[in-house]
């Protein structure tokens, strides 16, 4: 097995400024040293890992790495940098930083040396090390472990580690017990930093705390004693926890994996509180607590973010949720109409009156059922923003604040302030100490009932008839648009559906749009038109990109290339991610741009849309098909231009891109966002 590190491999000087210019830097000294076979592909494949999470961790340290097929043996690169490199860390500028390459198909001994690794670097007597070393052979066999500095014991994570967790009652008074379970994307180094860091200061602060590390060198589940013997659960991940089933009924703290690393005193206090307060979290197989780039991540994770992360976090937790059902109900009720027409949606019940061989019969009925569908809209997003606030104990009372917000005609605003305040009552009662033997009803009995007539009070008798009015008056206004007023907000959807392409933004203005079409209006049609077509471009105009200027893309952009095609067609925007995570400061612009085109051409023309997802496929339900088709093309042509004469501007030089060039090499592309 080759050296993962060796003197060639380590940069004492880094004099990079950036973290991109740094993650180059240390990635040519890969490629010297043949571990490396694309400079400019894996540095992509580094470039989209940074924009799933940044990389830098407190205490002056800075770990991009990723996966790639770019790598032939696993390696790590070092550099110390003495001004320092902002890689994100909440604490300032890394100075030192390491760049981990891992093949697609990493060997599980190649895995467990960097999963050591990252567990050291928690010692603090390790990087001290580190900083004071002036020989790059003597810091690359630190880092091998050949010249282990003493630090504090690594995380008890081993099952041998476990026996001792269910240990404490025979040796006397029993501590308090905890299980944790961390893992990353990329399962290299957050998921075992993390590990280390929890186990850290649960032995700091007299708690045992035994983790099981999900990462890419596989994992050895938690012994179920340990799990059975444990008064609460830390999930510290990005990722999927595996086997969820196994902790239920115990109280749970939910965060992303790097505040497993950053503040673990605190995640373990945490724990402790819920313990003392008896919240017990429902966990089942099918549940959640993963932030999948939808920013859908419900529970705790949030708790101790900004507000306004928070909000966003709580929202798009109702958003998420509410999607399908807008997707199954909306094209339901658009193929209504194209087979019986709109008048379709005044048919009789189906229930009374439903013939086989009548098509209208058949209309009526997929009308009717997907106006079922849509009447779970508002209930739906209610309950779950109140669950992504306080979890299942608020489902109950976030549904019956939704449901009071359809009685009350507060509709899709309602539904909002509805789960809001849901999810805010549950955790003002979560935080009422209660007796041991209460605990067990808590979340099933006493929290829904208090916390349901407390919602129910509010919506019906305090804010639900002043939401109503101001839900008329939007209505009002959107049905009310015309000319520039109208034009301005196309620009405006058309910007937010392209900024982050599946994000916060693109969903808020796509949560606006289907909101209007729980009671469609002429001005709510029109906005889901404007929503659609801008969040169509941003795909087609990379997939167009790459069809016309090949040689400004890597082969796999131009293999993303292709399959954006599809995904542009089908109005998933999320198929321009990989462009703009490799590129961002000339993707993101450009079909920013491309975008507000569409959207303020769709509303100058007047194109309206029933059906809330589809793509292309669902033009035959659109107004104005032709010209709505043309603001696509466009919107569509303007983004490929901005995105072709911006990478066209900083290409490699001719007599300095070798090989490289050959294939489409150019240093645009990733420089923005290694």
Known sequence: MSELITAELVDLDLSAATKDTAARSLAERMVAAHRVTDLDGFLADVAAREAQMPTGLDGGIGIPHCRSEHVSAPTLA??????????????????????????????????????????????????????????????????????????????????????????????????????????????????????????????????????????????????????????????????????????????????????????????????????????????????????????????????????????????????????????????????????????????????????????????????????????FLVPVLAGYIAYGMADRPALVPGFVGGAIALTVNAGFLGGLVAGLLAGAVVMAIQRVPVHATLRGIMPVLVIPLIASAVVGFLMFIVVGKPIASLQSALTDRLNGLSGSNAVILGVVLGLMMCFDMGGPLNKVAYAFAVGGLADPTDGSLKVMAAVMAAGMVPPLAMALATTVRKKLFTKTERENGRAAWVLGASFITEGAIPFAAADPLRVIPSVMAGGAVTGALSMAFGATLRAPHGGVFVVPLIGEPFLYLLAIAAGTLVATALVVLLKGARRTAPDTAGEAGATGSDDSRVTAAV
């Open 78 to 375: 070092f550099g110390r940098s003495a001004a320092g490199i902002d890689f994100g860390a909440a604490d300032g500028p890394a100075d030192l930083i390491f760049l981990i390459a891992a093949p697609a198909g990493a060997d599980d001994d190649h895995l467990t040396i960097l999963s050591g690794l990252a567990r050291r670097l928690m010692d603090p007597e390790f990087t001290d090390a580190l900083r004071a070393g002036t020989d790059p052979g003597a810091v690359a066999a630190l880092i091998r472990g050949e010249e282990p500095a003493d630090g504090p014991e690594q995380a008890e994570t081993e099952p041998e580690a476990e026996a001792e967790a269910v240990a404490g009652e025979a040796a006397g008074s029993t501590p308090f017990r905890i299980v944790a379970v961390t893992s990353c994307p990329t399962g290299i180094a957050h998921t075992y930093m993390a590990a280390e860091s929890l186990a850290a200061a649960g032995r700091a602060e007299g708690v045992e705390v035994t983790v099981e590390t999900q990462g890419s060198a596989g994992f050895k589940k938690l012994d179920p004693a340990v799990v059975a013997a444990a008064d609460a659960v830390i999930w510290a991940h990005d990722v999927e926890v595996r086997e969820k089933a196994r902790f239920r009924g115990k109280p749970l703290v939910d965060v992303g994996v790097k505040a497993g690393i950053n503040r673990p005193a605190e995640l373990i206090a945490e724990a402790r509180r819920k313990a003392e307060r008896g919240e017990i979290a429902a966990v089942s197989e099918a549940d959640g607590g993963t932030d999948s780039g939808d920013g859908d991540r419900a529970g705790s994770g949030a708790d101790h973010a900004h507000f306004g992360v928070r909000l966003r976090t709580y929202l798009m937790s109702g958003v998420s949720y509410m999607v399908p059902f807008v997707a199954a109900g909306g094209l339901l009720i658009a193929l209504s109409f194209a087979i019986g027409g709109y008048e379709i949606a005044s048919a009789k019940s189906v229930a009374d009156h439903f013939v086989w061989g009548e098509a209208d019969s058949w209309a009526a009925l997929l009308n009717q059922i997907g106006s079922a569908a849509f009447g």
